[in-house]
């Protein structure tokens, strides 16, 4: 696609008033890429990058995570993280944060038989698909990540990255506004009329106007609407009930993940690794300066956000069985929020059968990963473009063919 922004202030031909419901990754990177290329935008969200964006381990990982039978969502992984790239240095251009592509590998590793013949499957799984992977022994594994575990007998190796969701999400803020922009604390819902999108109308006490919050009760009609010609709705997991405006159900549900952070010794891990023990996923992904994210849970449980104590004995045990030094660290966050997921585990990006109501929701685990590429998506979707072609099998209409099926 092409890059080519506008001058701040100016609209080139064509421009759209855009109003996006969400401030999350996902919200804030379509946001940022339409106000730079000058397309008039308002981002609503009163809790920006509150939501299962804070939680993200930030891993962009599409050959660890590919799961068979899902080759489209493995399709658009592999173009997303090679996206990342040329994403982060644009968002470090604008100014706020230097975006740092993490250069570590991932390592999956086994602990045991059942492990290590599942481990030769998804390394052909993922040859297939043209990833290429390193297949380890475990002295060579424990060479380069001394850290691990002697229980480990053997490892793939696979170069990917990852980045922190959290910096790159005040990046994105601070760029939305840099392009000229605007990010409202306002929780919304789509205005629909006669079957079209108009805008978004405020939800409880608060009000806007010009595009600024009016925080008070009672506002007259026009007050707690903002008029827009197309209503991105990126509200994460509430994107599901939100976009019930439509004429048939939007199913995005919460699955919720519960993460620790711990504080190590700088350098002591130098790479992400991934493992099964007694039968649960474990991943561990260093940052710099010696904080390691550990993750994560899959619940599928509702709306309910309690950190509980079982995951967090289970998370702890099963990291410090495969990086036995992490006992050693402090403790320093718990946290569980809410992934918006679909049945298929693919994404709905794109115009819905409501006129002018764009979809941009449903990243599940791989949200961070798709950001740019669902940016990408949505920017061409507004300017009457074809999206990115690893993008067609997430298209929101696919609930509309569905429908009429
Ligand atoms: C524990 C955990 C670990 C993860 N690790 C990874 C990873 O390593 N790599 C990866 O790619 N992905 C990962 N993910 C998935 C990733 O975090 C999500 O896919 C991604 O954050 C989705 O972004 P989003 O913007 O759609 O949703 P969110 O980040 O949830 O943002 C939605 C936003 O919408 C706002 N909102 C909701 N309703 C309204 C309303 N009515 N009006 C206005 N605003 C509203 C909320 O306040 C929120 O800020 C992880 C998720 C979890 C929970």
């Not at 990177?29 to 990058?49: I, K, M, S």
């Not at 043209?130 to 793939?156: F, I, M, N, Q």
């Not at 806007?208 to 007050?223: F, I, K, M, S």
């Not at 991943?283 to 709306?303: F, M, N």
């Amino acid at each position: 696609m092409s890059r080519a922004t506008a001058p701040r202030g100016a609209r080139p031909s064509g421009w759209q008033r855009v109003a996006v419901i969400g401030g999350g990754i996902i919200g804030l990177a379509c946001a940022w890429r339409l106000a730079e290329r000058g397309h008039a935008v308002t981002v609503f969200d009163p809790d920006v990058a509150g939501g299962a964006t804070h939680a993200a381990a930030g891993m962009l990982a599409p050959a660890s995570e590919a799961v068979f039978g899902q080759d489209a969502l493995l399709a658009a992984g592999l173009t997303g993280a090679r996206e990342w790239s040329s994403f982060a240095a644009d968002l470090t251009r604008v100014g706020s944060e230097d975006i740092e592509l993490r250069p570590h590998a991932t390592l999956l590793v086994a602990l045991d038989a059942d492990d290590e013949a599942a481990l030769a499957r998804h390394a052909r799984h993922v040859e297939r698909r043209h990833c290429p992977v390193e297949r380890l022994a475990a002295r060579s594994a424990r060479r380069l990540e001394p850290a691990l575990s002697p229980r480990v007998r053997a490892a793939l190796r696979l170069n990917e990255t990852a980045v922190d969701p959290r910096v790159v999400a005040r990046a994105l803020a601070h760029a939305v506004v840099a392009s000229g922009g605007v990010v409202v604390p306002l929780d919304v819902e789509p205005d629909v009329r006669a079957g079209r999108a108009t805008g978004v109308r405020a939800r409880g006490t608060g009000g806007v106007r010009d595009g600024q919050p009016t925080g008070a009760a009672g506002l007259a009609d026009e007050g707690r609407a903002y008029k827009a010609d197309v209503v991105v709705v990126a509200a994460g997991w509430a994107s599901g009930p939100l976009a019930s405006a439509l004429a048939h159900p939007v199913p995005i549900r919460p699955l919720k993940g519960q993460v620790l952070r711990l504080g190590a010794t700088p350098g002591a891990l130098t790479h992400t690794v991934r493992a099964t023990v007694r039968g649960r996923e474990v991943y561990i992904v260093p940052r710099p300066g010696g904080e390691v994210v550990v993750g994560a849970t899959s619940e599928d449980v509702g709306e309910d956000p309690t950190v509980t104590a079982g995951a967090v004995h289970d998370l702890l045990h099963d990291a410090i069985e495969v990086v036995p030094e992490l006992a050693e660290a402090g403790l320093l966050e718990t946290t569980a929020r809410l992934r918006p997921a679909t049945a298929d585990n693919l994404p709905l990006v794109g115009p819905t059968c409501v006129e002018g109501l764009v979809l941009a929701s449903g990243h599940g685990r791989a949200g961070v990963l798709l950001a740019p590429i669902t940016a990408d998506a949505v920017v061409a979707h507004v300017e009457g473009r074809p999206p990115p072609r690893a993008m067609e099998p997430l298209a929101a209409r696919r609930l509309c063919h569905k429908e009429h099926a």
